[in-house]
């Protein structure tokens, strides 16, 4: 009797050292509750881009209503880096250990300081909002944790510059950019979009800006000086909005075209009236709040689980879209999650288009470039008007 006692405590000794063990390989799971984490600007120069993150929790919050993910609850640890790659990397290591992923990061130099950070810790990183070209440099296996549905800059560019010739009469087009490698995929894809189409169009000047400038009234002239009839410009909103306002205090009237990050109609309060009639990019990430029925009804949500994405529903949009994927993830993966299963997961995401919005995701073992599409788009009367169908680019990775 005593012998099958000692079994007994060994034997549960056992189970709970196995329990301990299966914990501690998988940080952030519980049987009730997985957490993920977020950087993002939440203040700075690109605090409105920070709604995405409310975006996500918003959707988390919406599921975890619906009873979780194969019954855990989605926890989400959101933390400020102000746009700035050292406090985002503070945020990242401070918060290893705590979560089982990552999703949405935001930021072409905080995602470049981080490129490694995610395969060196095996964690993974659901969407991340900066140049694509950072993770093709990537061997395959920290590449592994790494699932990207974001559109190429240099792509975007060539995109943008190509309709302006072509449906906007374009001959001399310059480029406005953040001085960095967002603003200089720009360079790039301008570039190649001229080359390839010889005798139609001219890039006269390329003008960068620091991110801590505001005054911008000597690149505003710079600008004009170019005889340039259209303008490229990769900003962020601030600056997207300060560069208007400066053009047309020296009545400079080219046609403008932006970036997609400049895609929520919010910038009509940043901008004011000068916003009316530009030219913007809209990713393949998401539809159009207020224009288009599958964004309305997704947007509903939200403002109704966090009323402070009310009038930002775009970008608390492009938030939720990024969580919905990782929730598609959570499910493939099944009850046993574990980072294999959950990456197994992920890669058995196929054509997917959460509730209806945006271009398609695809990802698998040989695909971590989810998706990469545009379409051009305009503001009109408040609103941002879809004007062509998305436009989808080759997958970089």
Request: contains cysteine.
């Amino acid at each position: 009797m005593r012998l099958h006692r000692k079994i007994f405590v060994v034997g549960m000794i056992c189970l709970t050292f196995t329990a301990a063990a299966f914990a501690a390989e998988v940080p952030g799971v519980t049987d009730k509750e997985v957490v993920v984490g977020v950087t993002t600007p939440l203040s700075g120069p690109a605090a409105l881009w920070g709604v995405t993150g409310l975006g996500m929790k918003a959707w988390a919050d919406y599921v975890n209503d619906q009873g979780g993910v194969h019954g855990r609850k989605i926890k989400l640890i959101i933390k400020d880096d102000a746009y700035n790659p050292t406090r985002g990397m503070a945020n990242l290591q401070e918060m290893k250990g705590q979560v089982f992923a990552f999703c949405g990061v935001l930021g072409t130099a905080t995602c470049h300081a981080a490129k490694d950070f995610f395969g060196d810790n095996k964690i993974p990183l659901v969407t991340a909002y900066a140049n694509v070209r950072i993770w093709p440099e990537l061997s395959a296996e920290k590449r592994k944790y790494v699932f990207i549905s974001y559109p190429d800059y240099r792509e975007e560019a060539t995109h943008l510059a190509k309709y302006a010739v072509e449906k906007l009469g374009s001959k001399k087009i310059a480029l406005f950019y953040q001085n960095d490698d967002y603003g200089k995929n720009a360079i790039q894809g301008l570039n190649d979009a001229v080359a390839a189409m010889p005798g139609k169009a001219e890039v006269v000047t390329t003008v960068p800006f620091e991110m801590g400038e505001r005054a911008l009234g000597a690149h505003a002239l710079k600008l004009k000086e170019s005889g340039a009839d259209t303008l490229l410009i990769y900003p962020t909103p601030t600056h997207g909005a300060l560069i208007l306002k400066e053009i047309a205090k020296i009545d400079y009237r080219p046609k403008v075209l932006f970036s997609f990050p400049l895609g929520d109609p919010i910038m009509y309060t940043f901008a004011g009236e000068v916003w009316e009639g530009v030219y913007l990019s809209l990713p393949g990430n998401v539809n159009i709040p207020g224009v288009e029925p599958e964004a309305d009804k997704v947007a509903e949500i939200l403002v109704k689980y966090d009323p402070k994405i009310k009038g930002k529903e775009y970008l608390g949009l492009f938030g939720a879209v990024s969580m919905m994927q990782l929730v598609e993830g959570l499910k493939n993966a099944g009850k046993d999650l574990t980072v294999e299963n959950f990456i197994k997961g992920m890669e058995k995401i196929k054509d997917f288009r959460p509730e209806g919005l945006g271009a398609p995701v695809n990802y698998a073992p040989d695909r971590r470039h989810g998706q990469n599409a545009v379409r051009v788009g305009r503001a009109e009367k408040g609103k941002h008007v879809p004007l062509e169908k998305f436009v989808e680019f080759k997958p970089l990775f």
